[in-house]
């Protein structure tokens, strides 16, 4: 504990939980960096502003929060700071959302990067054209050489091998799961009738339009979509295109005791993004026993979900269509699945995530300095 409270730990992120399009990835951050705080840490999370926010705040778990840009523009303000000594810490959190702060160029103190997912196949859909093309090589070309002596951390095996395939040396990665919040709040029944969930930003990689599509497919069924983005009105235009419009909530922002009541309500959850690192929501759903099908092609959520045993892969879209409508229809499966998941859910905790995560810091900073040539 001595030698954590004498470390200064910065975390790089482009978002943190109170920005309007944070997500998993910045809840991740936060509740390590708060385990930090605990072992004696003093823990800055420097990101973008958004408006209405402060520049600086002070959370309850004791992390420091500055604001400082844009979502663009965040990766020079944090060079800006750094280099006019505005921020001087002992070891650096680089999380690369894509976008990589490339820290080693410019700090003198050691970096450990978080990378949540690679980002192969969103960049098409989030940048079309020569944006992506170039997001894509800063990712995966210009990434692994400027850290290519930093130790790494990831939240799954299916990242894990990604970045591997990128170049990374897998003795320099170490896996930090995600932990999940204890459930707390009033007891709730499930739907009298067959009820679905998403929950997550509404983007376009989330992919909710499976979704939509899939509820074309169960007329008994009712869908809720929770959480917020600049897609929604794309997402509400096809409800109604679809016919399924009244059979769709979109809830907007949703506060925990909501999220809790929306995902102890559904009969299952539905994650069909194109990609996440692990799907948080998984384990927040399994939680409170209910299973979630996803595609098994989208990396983390074969570490989130035990297939089988506490909740789906589907292969395809059709395939996603025929398991929703299965574990609709089967009580039984559904019951087994949703005990599974909620026994599953219970071996994450944030303070474990931040253990593991402590340590990780503890050995960096025990070994010297290797300046990037």
């Known amino acids: 504990m001595a030698a954590a409270e004498s470390r200064h730990v910065l975390f790089l992120n482009w978002r943190d939980t109170r920005n309007p399009d944070g997500g998993g990835s910045e809840v ?27 520049r600086e705040q ?19 303000w944090a060079l ?3 280099l006019t000594g505005g921020l001087r810490p002992d070891l650096i ?49 210009v990434a692994p050489r400027v850290y290519r002596r930093c130790r790494y951390v990831t939240v799954s095996e299916a990242t894990r091998s990604e970045l591997v395939r990128l170049g990374v040396d897998p003795e320099r990665i170490t896996i930090v799961r995600n932990g999940v919040n204890p459930v707390h709040g009033e007891v709730v029944a499930r739907t009298p009738y067959p009820s679905l969930v998403v929950l997550g930003r509404l983007v376009p990689h989330k992919r909710v339009e499976h979704a939509l599509r899939a509820l074309v497919a169960l007329p008994d069924a009712r869908l809720v ?10 997402l509400r235009r096809l409800a109604a295109e679809l016919g399924v419009a009244d059979r769709t909530e979109f809830t907007g922002y949703v506060s925990e005791q909501c999220k809790h009541r929306l995902l102890a309500a559904a ?24 299973p979630t099908i996803a595609f098994r092609e989208a990396g983390g959520v074969r570490d989130a979900i035990v297939d089988g045993r506490t909740g789906l892969l589907a292969d395809d879209p059709r395939d996603f269509v025929g398991l929703t409508r299965w574990l609709l229809t089967d009580d039984r499966t559904r019951r087994q699945l949703g005990a599974g998941a909620r026994a599953y859910a ?9 253990r593991r995560f402590a340590r990780v810091l503890d050995e960096v900073a025990a070994r010297p300095r290797q300046r990037v040539p």
Request: glycine share 12%; proline share 6%.
């Open 80 to 82: 800006w700071a750094y």
């Open 267 to 290: 009969w299952v959850a539905l994650v069909p993004s194109l990609k996440e690192g692990w799907g948080l929501t998984i384990l927040e759903a399994g939680a409170r026993g209910t």
């Open 93 to 141: 959190v680089d999380v690369c959302n894509g976008v990589p702060f490339l820290s080693p160029l410019y700090a003198s103190c050691p970096t450990v990067v978080v990378v949540h997912h690679v980002h192969r196949e969103q960049w098409p859909v989030v940048l079309p054209g020569w944006r992506g093309r170039v997001g894509w090589w800063l990712e995966s070309r």
């Open 225 to 234: 979509v929770a959480g917020r983005g600049w897609w929604e009105p794309e």
């Open 28 to 54: 991740f951050v936060e509740r390590v960096a708060a385990e930090l705080v605990t072992r004696g840490y003093r823990v800055t999370l420097f990101c973008a502003a958004y408006p209405g926010a402060p």
């Open 58 to 76: 002070i959370l309850t778990s004791g992390v420091r929060v500055l604001r400082r840009g844009g979502w663009r523009t965040v990766y020079l």
């Open 346 to 354: 219970q071996g994450f905790t944030w303070a474990e995530s931040g």
